[in-house]
């Protein structure tokens, strides 16, 4: 039998918010229903399947929504059907979200093609390019190695030591770019070529080629005169971020979506998917027991990958009560169900795990947001509880980028898609939002 602070301790690892789920795994709930009918495969799998030529599509929706799992579904969707996939989260190894621009994507994504894809295709002409350009970046890589007395695999690396430097230290990055700039359409040209061979090479029957670049949709937006960098990357450069010889997936800022710019990038990329939330209440406030199983089964699967014995009521909690609690706080936003189950299992020494330290849990994060929120912002956030709408507006889509508000959809009776908005559960306790409330009335 399983020791109890064993078992708590496997607990509070199997609800770590921050991996997303492979393909395939058996913790995976499809949401499709409680997200209005949202499903990628669908969207995006029969498009690219469909078309005669190379697709770009943006996909958004709240940081930790569960973007990266679906894209990983995705992934093995393509895969299944002959289609090779090179995914990558753009953040972990290449780009600073905090101050991120198009050349650091496109550095970003050559990097990660001439790694995934060397064994395939001929890299000289990229290789060549980097030649060209060795005597003005070699000291910005930091390498006093001379470029044609390099093997492959060493030139290659230089790539990986240049987004590196892009990332980890921000004196070079400006450097970087200055430099770099300028060639990017060349760039493209040869990385193309790179591509064209590669896919002539492909292994395994695949005959097609796409690329997903994930978490694209945490760059911090940094506005620079007129124009903001999420305008720099997805509009100004839209040509040359669509250029890549292959099928492409960019997760992209919800607020960019939501903004003034909308019908341009419509125009450009066609139809964007947004992934909502799990809708755990209706429009009007009622608890919606679909969504709200849907999100217990969430917690469920997790829980039964390591105990089958326990009830989840009246068992790992205290109570059903407890349970719907946490369920409903959470928002429908999947990242913060299991920062809340975590935490509350953190505070917990013995199971149940009790209303308590559920709470305390919740306090917490309404602590975070309470301080995510400016003082003018308060009566913004009154006004959509009540109307359940937003304004285009930047302080709006301000709130939407750091997850205050929340966006719903679901089908009506006539099976047309519906979509709302409200603030975060967790908001509602806090004395600034009850003042702005009562201010409305």
Known sequence: MIDSQELLTKLYNAFNPFEPLPAGDPKYVDCQDVRGDVDILQEFGNRIQRANRNTCQLYSGHRGAGKSTELLRLKQYLENRKFYVVYFAADEEDIDSEDAQYTDILLACTRRLLKDLQQFGDASPVLNWLKERWQDLKDLVQTPIEFDNMKLEAQIAQFAKLTANLRGVPELRHQIRRKVDPHTVTLIKVLNEFLADAKSKLPNGYTQLAVIVDNLDRMVLVKDGENTNHE???????????????????????????????????????????????????????????????????????????????????????????????????????????????????????????????????????????????????????????????????????LMYNRCLLEYRYLDEDQEMQRWYDIHPLIQGISEFKEAVAKLQ
Request: proline share 3%; charged share 30%.
């Open 232 to 398: 720099e990357v997805f509009l100004d450069r839209s040509e040359q971020l669509k250029a890549l010889d292959c099928h492409l997936i960019y997760t992209a800022p919800i607020s960019m979506l939501y903004s003034k710019r909308a019908t341009d990038i419509r125009d450009i990329y066609g139809e964007c998917l947004i992934l909502p939330m799990i809708m755990v209440k209706t429009r009007t406030g009622e608890v919606y027991e679909p969504g709200v199983k849907k999100v217990k089964e969430v917690i469920r699967k997790r829980i039964r990958q390591i105990e089958q014995e326990l009830p989840l009521e009246n068992g790992i909690f205290d109570s059903q009560q407890t349970l719907e609690r946490l369920c409903l706080m959470s928002g429908g936003h999947v990242r913060n169900l299991l920062l809340l189950t975590q935490n509350a299992i953190g505070r917990t020494e013995e199971l149940p795990i009790s209303e308590k330290a559920v709470r305390r849990a919740i306090t917490q994060a309404r602590d975070d947001y309470h301080r995510a929120v400016e003082n003018h912002q308060w009566c913004l956030l009154a006004e959509v509880s009540r109307s359940k709408r937003i304004v285009n507006d930047d302080q709006y889509r301000s």
